[in-house]
């Protein structure tokens, strides 16, 4: 089984909920709806990091608050290097 690319979708699949939190959020904000607290985005963020940044930059959503502006940037980069980790740990168990 093919370990790597069940990681690379699952990586993909969760950081899609990221982004589509913050396009959902952003949507209610133009309509002056209920928000999502900033603790859920947050929440969703300790998983989906790289989603929710793309989407923060794609949308220009929660871009003037620094803690979001700096706080998952580091978050994607430790889920983008636990991804290559868990790669590279696969292609060793190939091996054998």
Excluded: C
Aim: net charge positive; glycine share 6%; proline share 2%.
């Amino acid at each position: 089984m093919r370990y790597d690319l069940l990681f690379i979708l699952i990586f993909v699949l969760v950081n899609l909920l990221g982004f589509f939190a913050q396009y959902a959020d952003k949507q209610r904000a133009i309509k002056n709806k209920w928000r999502t607290p900033e603790y859920k985005l947050w929440r969703i963020g300790l998983i989906a990091a790289t989603g929710s940044y793309l989407g923060m930059r794609v949308f220009h959503h929660k871009t003037k608050h620094k803690r979001f502006m700096i706080g998952m940037p580091i978050l994607s980069i430790i889920q983008i290097a636990i991804l290559i980790f868990l790669i590279l740990l696969t292609r060793n168990w190939e091996g054998f």
